[in-house]
């Protein structure tokens, strides 16, 4: 049960490595760092897209160095199983993905609001500026 464990991440990683290889030469993968859509596909394959060599070799090195921990290294058949990996590794993906836009829509969010509050404190308040034919209606 253990092999099958360690075949399963080794399978991981060797994906991984090969969409690496490969992510800038094929037009049918989707343009790198597109979970902006949202869509479900465009959350599995950034689980697979590194930004560089750095990127790859760091992720790689954590689940292969936790990965064993967590499920060849340990007393439970139950977390051997392949089912169970690959479960955690595309549910971890997607929840990544998750966290990762609901975050981008919470600092929008807050730089449309400072944006918002610094469009108001340049806005002139003389009495010149206001009314209707003031500079504020005039420069928009």
Same mark, same amino acid.
């Given at each position: 049960?253990?092999?099958?464990?360690?075949?399963?991440?080794?399978? =991981?990683?060797?994906?991984?490595?090969?969409?690496?290889?490969?992510?800038?030469?094929?037009?049918? !993968?989707?343009?790198? !760092?597109?979970?902006?859509?949202?869509?479900?596909?465009?959350?599995? !394959?950034?689980?697979? #897209?590194?930004?560089?060599?750095?990127?790859?070799?760091?992720?790689?090195? *954590? +689940?292969?160095?936790?990965?064993?921990?967590?499920? =060849?290294?340990?007393?439970?058949?139950?977390?051997?199983?392949?089912?169970?990996?690959?479960?955690? #590794? !595309?549910?971890?993906?997607?929840?990544?993905?998750?966290?990762? $836009?609901? +975050?981008?829509?919470?600092?929008?969010?807050?730089?449309?609001?400072? +944006?918002?509050?610094?469009?108001? *404190?340049?806005?002139?308040?003389?009495?010149?500026?206001?009314?209707? $034919?003031?500079?504020?209606?005039? $420069?928009?």
């Amino acid at each position: 049960m253990k092999d099958r464990a360690r075949r399963i991440l080794y399978g =991981i990683v060797i994906m991984n490595l090969v969409v690496f290889a490969n992510q800038d030469r094929h037009q049918w !993968f989707p343009p790198c !760092f597109t979970i902006q859509d949202g869509s479900f596909t465009s959350m599995v !394959f950034s689980m697979f #897209y590194h930004a560089d060599e750095a990127h790859l070799i760091m992720n790689m090195f *954590a +689940l292969l160095r936790y990965g064993s921990d967590v499920f =060849i290294n340990t007393s439970s058949s139950k977390w051997q199983s392949p089912k169970t990996i690959m479960s955690i #590794y !595309f549910l971890s993906g997607v929840s990544g993905s998750c966290g990762v $836009l609901a +975050l981008s829509h919470l600092y929008q969010m807050q730089w449309d609001r400072r +944006l918002q509050a610094s469009r108001a *404190a340049a806005s002139c308040t003389h009495w010149l500026c206001g009314g209707p $034919l003031g500079l504020n209606k005039l $420069l928009g």
